[in-house]
């Protein structure tokens, strides 16, 4: 790798402030630390520093999505080759179509995301944060799999650019990207994302192309089984339909500890309550399905694990993680029971409570500022 | 009434290089410095009393500070002052003293503590330096004789990576550190708390130790802090002062009543993980690093520490151990590239997180250098400082109200209760790498400078 290490020493000089290509010096950098580790020794403070690093940190959170995609992908082809009533085709022709229509999804997403972070960071003179490939990756696994690619690229750029780079880049940001980028389309292109048409990709007539969450919503009896839902052979968004799948990331990120187990119980728990106290109340089918088909049907699980857990629009307090998780849960469920007009909910009651989270972290902030008052009245 | 505390969160590194219980038969360093800049609120240019070519004994003041004329710093070691080292603007960096073989020390009389008023111990102190040695908190600055602490805290162990044994330099030397006790209650109306680990192993100095209440603690490190122990034992609030020090400088109190003279002795371990033959070497307060490292290194491209790898400074290979350090950390530069190191498995890298495969050997030793592994970032990760500080405050919060400067955020998330150190370990678990000792120290300036 000394071969490696020696051109871009050499050609270094050409990027950094006076040289001719100092306009591309994030750009450079970025590609510079992607492949080397910096020779930075520590100045002040600790001499000694922990292996991680923000790159190590998104690169786990990638490997945690892997199955989901992979999953997906062959999902995508299950579901097509379902509703053309081709029962003979094999797992590798369904993975492979599958493949086919995700591929472009995911390269659209991060070609997107990552032009803007380039220059944005070219602009603020900064480094490329990591945090966008995580939102890149997320991207593509929350939108239906015939989603217009133009479409795909201009929601994404509008999540990164008003959603992130206007507050100032990765850990800056109210909301969850990636998130941004599914409201973004919901709410701009509905036709592309509700209804029972878009959930197949190519959809034939075999089915009616409804998902679970559609169907409890509309009073019907929910066409598939429990165990078909938790292991995700549904339509829905790519990466969202398997439980398993997702909960195979979950544990990755817990054992890792990069993802916060606090925010994912809370929300498991939130929304398993939220749908338990529906049942007592009764009202209409939809109140009536069992509570914990709630946290196996559409996006809840991924919602919880990927989405809920983003650490920069979560609460960012131990206690106020806890209490942050359990409201998304209960929203989620509450949105899709009592809102009419559409039956997913987590999507707005994960951004609903990113706006929430810093009230939340100032009560538990209060509370400990409250703690430290007392104290000293007490012991004088 | 002693405490025993358990401390849960934070983090033992276990590095290569720990000290031998052993120290080196004869040990001179040509040169001892005492550098201004380790006395934490000092003015950058203090008034020196001394010039170049002075003669000075053990104890001759050097120089004061100038808010605090009656806190006098001395001379550790006789000899003739070699040079007043200056660094930026004209400030003073170094005063290195050539030392004498033999010592000859100023006679500043010796004196039963208890037979003393409290005035009486303090003018002793203060006339023979060795008041520099009381350190207190809010601030981590020399005490402040007008103001009178609320207690007394004494650390007797160290639970930073390859730190001292206090029990070891501290063994046979009962009488002298229970003088320096009796002379410290003397100076107060409140406790002297002495911490102790909850172990077989600890000294009987420490356990035998008259007049103070000795505490007990078990758990990782920080559970040796002093800022850690004062949190769980009498934690300050607004208005409190608590001053501290470590055994030797107890020691150092002893001496001064026992036999009349600044005794600046101090055992330094020579640690880390590029020393051949890791020990004690036995020398005095501000002792040049030189002699013991020569022909005592494994590699040439090393970083030395005038005390811990998480809050020590670093120091030139011929360079002083500071004021306050009994310790010299030894340790390989990172200055090199690694290729795709953020991706790679990194068997040899230690973490505390689990994505790099060290979850496996817990117990493994570490050879660490001082690379950076990664760049800096804007705070992503969040609740990975809470599982290092076992204190109830909230890292981070407190560190933004720093940032934008709120006094009274700072004071209301307990910045009085701080100080870098406690932080050490923050930093070093940062995923983003933010440099927190220093955030936190500008802090306690700022806070500082307001309360004036």
């Not at chain 1, 899709?336 to 987590?346: K, S």
């Not at chain 2, 030392?99 to 037979?115: F, L, M, Q, V, W």
């Not at chain 2, 409190?240 to 055994?247: A, E, G, K, S, T």
Request: contains cysteine.
């Amino acid at each position: 790798m000394k071969f490696l290490r020696n051109i871009l020493d050499k050609i270094e000089p050409n990027f950094k402030e006076g040289g001719r290509f100092s306009f591309l010096e994030s750009t450079y950098d970025a590609f510079a630390t992607f492949l080397f580790v910096p020779n930075h020794t520590t100045k002040s403070g600790a001499h000694i520093r922990d292996a991680i690093d923000l790159k190590r940190t998104m690169s786990m959170v990638i490997i945690a999505l892997v199955p989901a995609i992979l999953f997906g992908m062959w999902n995508v082809g299950h579901q097509h080759y379902l509703s053309h009533q081709i029962v003979d085709a094999s797992f590798f022709e369904k993975f492979w179509y599958g493949f086919l229509k995700v591929l472009p999804l995911i390269v659209v997403s991060y070609v997107t995301a990552l032009s803007i972070e380039f220059a944005a960071a070219q602009i603020r003179r900064h480094q490329v944060n990591e945090g966008v490939l995580v939102s890149g990756m997320l991207i593509p696994l929350i939108v239906p799999p015939d989603i217009p690619l133009w479409m795909l690229s201009l929601a994404t750029a509008f999540a990164v650019i008003i959603g992130k780079e206007v507050f100032g880049g990765t850990g800056m940001n109210v909301f969850n990207p990636a998130l941004l980028t599914r409201a973004f389309l919901f709410f701009a292109y509905p036709q592309h994302m509700s209804g029972d048409n878009v959930w197949i990709s190519n959809q034939g007539d075999a089915v009616t192309g409804a998902t679970p969450l559609a169907e409890a919503a509309a009073g019907q009896d929910i066409s598939l089984s429990s165990w078909d839902m938790f292991l995700g052979f549904m339509p829905g968004s790519v990466g969202e339909t398997s439980t398993l799948a997702i909960l195979l990331g979950a544990f990755f990120l817990i054992f890792t500890g990069i993802g916060s187990l606090r925010v994912m119980l809370s929300v498991f728990a939130g929304g398993y309550l939220m749908g338990l106290l529906f049942n007592l109340w009764g009202a209409n089918e939809f109140m009536l399905m069992p509570a914990h088909y709630h946290l196996i049907v559409g996006g809840f699980a991924f919602g919880a694990v990927f989405m809920a857990t983003d650490p920069v629009s979560a609460s960012q307090t131990n206690t106020g993680k806890y209490i942050y998780g359990f409201l998304i849960g209960i929203i989620a469920v509450l949105i899709r029971v009592i809102n009419p007009a559409y039956p997913e909910g987590m999507m707005l009651a994960i951004l609903f409570m990113n706006t929430f989270a810093p009230l939340i972290d100032h009560y538990v902030v209060g509370a400990n500022i409250k703690r430290r008052m007392k104290r000293a009245l007490t012991q004088k | 009434m002693s405490k025993r505390i358990k401390i849960k969160k934070g983090l033992d590194i276990k590095l290569f290089g720990e000290a031998e219980r052993a120290t080196a038969n004869v040990f001179y360093s040509a040169t001892h410095a005492v550098k201004p800049p380790d006395f934490m609120g000092f003015a950058p240019i203090p008034k020196l009393l001394i010039a170049e070519g002075d003669e000075v004994k053990a104890g001759t003041p050097l120089f004061y500070d100038k808010k605090s004329p009656e806190i006098l710093v001395t001379a550790p070691v006789s000899g003739r002052i070699k040079s007043v080292k200056r660094g930026a603007k004209r400030s003073v960096s170094e005063v290195i003293i050539e030392a004498d073989r033999e010592i000859s020390y100023i006679d500043y009389g010796s004196a039963n503590p208890n037979e003393l008023t409290r005035d009486e111990v303090e003018l002793k102190l203060l006339k023979s330096g060795v008041w520099a040695f009381i350190r207190q908190r809010p601030y981590n600055i020399i005490a402040c004789p007008e103001f009178r602490p609320k207690a007394i805290f004494i650390s007797a162990f160290d639970t930073s990576p390859l730190a001292p044994d206090y029990d070891y330099i501290v063994h046979g030397k009962g009488d002298v550190f229970q003088t320096g006790l009796d002379a410290l209650r003397k100076l107060i109306d409140g406790k002297v708390h002495l911490n102790i680990p909850e172990s077989e192993a600890v000294s009987d100095v420490f356990r035998n130790a008259r007049d103070v209440q000795i505490n007990t603690f078990t758990g990782p490190h920080p559970a040796g802090n002093v800022g850690i122990q004062i949190h769980h034992v009498d934690p300050i609030n607004k208005g409190d002062i608590v001053w501290y020090l470590n055994p030797q400088d107890v020691l150092t109190i002893g001496h001064l009543f026992a036999h009349g003279k600044y005794d600046a002795t101090r055992y330094i371990a020579l640690t880390g993980s590029e020393v051949k033959s890791p020990k004690y070497f036995k020398t005095f307060v501000g002792a040049n690093i030189q002699n013991m490292i020569d022909n005592n290194l494994l590699s040439q491209n090393c970083r030395y520490i005038s005390g811990n790898v998480l809050t020590g400074r670093k120091i030139e290979q011929d360079g002083h151990i500071g004021y306050y350090d009994c310790q010299v950390s030894v340790i390989p530069e990172g200055d090199y590239y690694e290729f795709m190191g953020w991706a790679m498995p990194g068997f040899n890298k230690m973490s505390v997180s689990r994505s790099f495969p060290a979850f496996l050997f817990p117990n493994r030793k570490y050879k660490l250098d001082t690379n950076y592994h990664g760049e800096e970032r804007a705070y992503v990760v969040s609740g990975q400082y809470e599982k290092v500080l076992p204190m109830d405050i909230l890292p981070v919060f407190l560190i933004k109200a720093i940032l934008t400067k709120n006094i009274d955020k700072m004071e209301q998330l307990g910045i009085y209760e701080v100080c870098e150190e406690d932080f050490a370990l923050c930093e070093f678990v940062c995923t983003s790498k933010i440099e927190v000792q220093k955030i936190i120290r500008e802090g306690l300036d700022l806070i500082r400078k307001e309360m004036e």
